[in-house]
């Protein structure tokens, strides 16, 4: 497993990769659907808190697998079984997150998350055998994710309730820190271009919950001839949304983000805002359909929020990460106004309306104003 060439050209997304990100959209789909049963029941802490926590995992053994791959992919059988373990890793935590959701019990999300983690220890002790100058940064990986499992297997222990979230946040925090720890001295390569489209893939992932929640509108406008209307409205407005958010993601150039240590950092760690917004997103537009076919009975406001707040979290998190740094004067203003303008969506009476015109909005200005280099920003 000797380290790959950062500077490869051509390098693109593997189809073993691919293969291992369907297993993601599994966990992601039944996560989004916990998260729109517990909106939809008025039920908002037990849901965000829940969703938040069950999200992290699946972020964070994706970025983890996604890293690891841009630096000591050999794509040799042993290195696709030891892939194919992580795989039925997601699939057994996928399993158990309505378990989690409803009742608390992390056992089988901890279960197959651990699973994850240990085949990924075992693919970075494989590397340290050849990776020369970076041994000690792959060992430290090795180690440091060995050891956080023991903790999330306590974690099981800790009754649920305040204490259990308290847990999870020092727990995670301290998963957060490895690669911290592990490449202070010296960094394992990446390729720029090849990490920015496995996240660019990750994000379709989650916006085509979007889509989903889309079709489901159209399907129970087809039971439901008193809300047609505003069904195949909503419909509409959500595939507006949501090529938008496509359109807003991939506008810059991502792979500048990323020059250094610490951008990738920033770029890696806020994208489980960015992620978990988006996929939070479709469980909004499920509430809203919800509360349209009277199976809910929330407020319209409150259903409203549910669209609008994860949508402002996603324009700010990407805004933040990849398009102020390749914007001028006017993109920097128009992003982050309109996330700001997206939660006055409620006070229209037709769902998603506002939200859908200010995000056609920013598509039209980043259409006239494209990407600029960061030396041209300084000389504007």
């Known amino acids: 497993m000797l380290p790959r060439d950062p500077s490869q050209p051509h390098r693109t997304a593997s189809v073993l990769e691919l293969f291992f990100d369907l297993v993601f959209v599994v966990a992601v789909s039944i996560a989004s659907a916990q998260l729109h049963h517990a909106l939809g029941e008025g039920e908002f802490l037990h849901g965000i808190t829940s969703y938040a926590m069950l999200f992290f995992a699946i972020w964070w053994a994706w970025m983890n697998f996604t890293w690891f791959a841009t630096s000591f992919d050999t794509d040799d059988w042993l290195y696709r079984v030891t892939t194919f373990v992580q795989m039925g890793g997601v699939l057994v935590f996928a399993a158990g997150i309505p378990q989690a959701f409803n009742e608390g019990d992390f056992t089988i999300p901890v279960l197959g998350y651990v699973v994850m983690r240990v085949a990924m220890v075992a693919q970075w002790l494989r590397a340290s055998r050849s990776a020369g100058p970076l041994r000690s940064a792959t060992r430290r990986y090795a180690f440091g994710i060995a050891a956080v499992q023991v903790l999330w297997i306590l974690f099981l222990l800790i009754p649920t309730g305040p204490m259990q979230l308290v847990a999870f946040v020092i727990f995670a925090l301290i998963e957060v820190a490895i690669p911290v720890f592990a490449e202070h001295r010296k960094q394992t390569p990446w390729h720029p271009h090849h990490i920015t489209e496995r996240y660019g893939l990750f994000t379709l992932i989650v916006l085509g919950e979007s889509l989903l929640a889309s079709a489901n509108a159209i399907i129970d406008a087809l039971d ?157």
Do not use: C, M, Q
């Open 224 to 380: 439901e001839v008193e809300s047609l209307g505003p069904l195949i409205a909503i419909s509409l407005l959500t595939l507006v949304v949501t090529a938008s958010l496509w359109w807003i993601y991939f506008w810059p150039p991502h792979h500048r983000a990323i020059t250094s240590f610490g951008r990738s950092l920033r770029y890696g760690y806020t994208h489980y805002f960015v992620f978990a917004a988006a996929a939070a997103f479709s469980a909004g537009i499920e509430v809203e359909l919800d509360v349209l076919t009277g199976v809910s009975h929330l407020s319209n406001i409150t259903a409203s929020f549910t669209v609008t707040v994860p949508i402002a979290i996603f324009l700010v998190g990407i805004w933040w990460i990849a398009i102020r740094e390749s914007a001028d004067r006017v993109v920097n203003t128009v992003v982050p106004l309109g996330a700001l303008l997206v939660l006055l969506d409620p006070i229209l009476p037709i769902p998603v309306t506002l939200t859908a015109l200010i995000l056609v909005g920013i598509v039209v200005v980043l259409v006239i104003r494209p990407p600029v280099a960061p030396a041209d920003i300084e000389k504007a």
